[in-house]
């Protein structure tokens, strides 16, 4: 009996978490490649998680990301290129809501084609 309130409990936390896609094995795969890319460095996938000694986060959560971008044309091809490329610091709308103002390039950590497929599992977020 306990052992079934575990597993219960355990369903209940996994579906309401971001990552309650339809494919453990896609959301898994694109952990890794956030993290041998150095993704995880600067952003999480849950909203409200504070940054490095309890500051703001240094970039926004993902699933914040996948809120202010799901559903809008070009979505995916603007954050693919601002992953690559880096952002203006200047015309940051995270301004204020995290520690860094801005993305710094990663070409160098992340192919554009990973980038893609990456964000396009970003903007699937709840």
């Not at 079934?4 to 952990?31: F, G, N, Q, W, Y």
């Not at 959560?61 to 490329?85: H, M, N, S």
């Not at 301004?95 to 390039?105: D, T």
Request: hydrophobic share 40%; glycine share 8%.
């Amino acid at each position: 009996m306990k052992h079934h309130r575990l597993t219960i409990a355990c369903l209940v936390a996994s579906l309401a978490s971001p990552l309650a896609l339809a494919d453990a094995k896609k959301d898994a795969e694109m952990l890794k490649l956030a993290s041998s890319s150095g993704c995880m460095t600067c952003h999480s996938i849950e909203s409200g998680k504070p940054g490095p000694d309890g500051l703001k986060p240094i970039g926004p959560a993902w699933a914040d990301v996948a809120a202010q971008y799901r559903g809008k044309p070009g979505a995916t091809e603007f954050l693919t290129r601002v992953v690559q490329e880096g952002s203006n610091p200047y015309s940051s709308h995270w301004k204020n809501r995290v520690s860094g103002i801005a993305m710094p390039p990663n070409a160098v950590a992340i192919t554009p084609a990973n980038t893609r497929e990456l964000v396009s599992w970003i903007l699937l977020l709840k």
